[in-house]
């Protein structure tokens, strides 16, 4: 069992950047990928980043790459995304999950946190 806590949202001018976190009780965290996943008000989930277990493959969605980056601390049982130029579009709730898969696909993931909110201003 892996309990998932993001941190790190808010409000937020376009142009701006965050520092998503997402901390992981247990000691078995270097034994999942982990992944990022993002839900806008009336849409569906959506993918933004994965990480391999060992943080030596990251995968981005085609919306957030070259703004957004993946990467993860081991030992602190932490995993982060830097999200640079915010757009409005952006705004969403974020999730982090974490899976035995490094994948863009949301089924691939054992365990969700509960998410945390980034609005971007105008």
């Known amino acids: 069992q892996v309990q998932l806590v993001e941190s790190g949202g808010g409000l937020v001018q376009a142009g701006g950047s965050l520092r998503l976190s997402c901390a992981a009780s247990?000691?078995?965290?270097?034994?999942?990928?982990m992944g990022w996943f993002r839900q806008a008000p009336g849409k569906e989930r959506e993918f933004v980043s994965t990480?391999?277990?060992?943080?030596?493959?990251?995968y981005y969605a085609d919306s957030v790459k070259g703004r957004v980056t993946i990467s993860r601390d081991n030992a602190k049982n932490t995993v982060y995304l830097q999200v640079n130029s915010l757009k409005p579009e952006d705004t969403a709730v974020y999730y982090c999950?974490?899976?035995?898969?490094?994948?863009?696909?949301?089924?691939?993931?054992?365990?969700w946190g509960q998410g945390t909110q980034v609005t971007v201003s105008s």
């Open positions: 247990g000691r078995t965290f270097n034994s999942y990928a």
């Open positions: 990480i391999s277990r060992s943080g030596g493959y990251t």
């Open positions: 999950a974490a899976g035995f898969l490094a994948s863009s696909t949301d089924n691939a993931y054992n365990y």
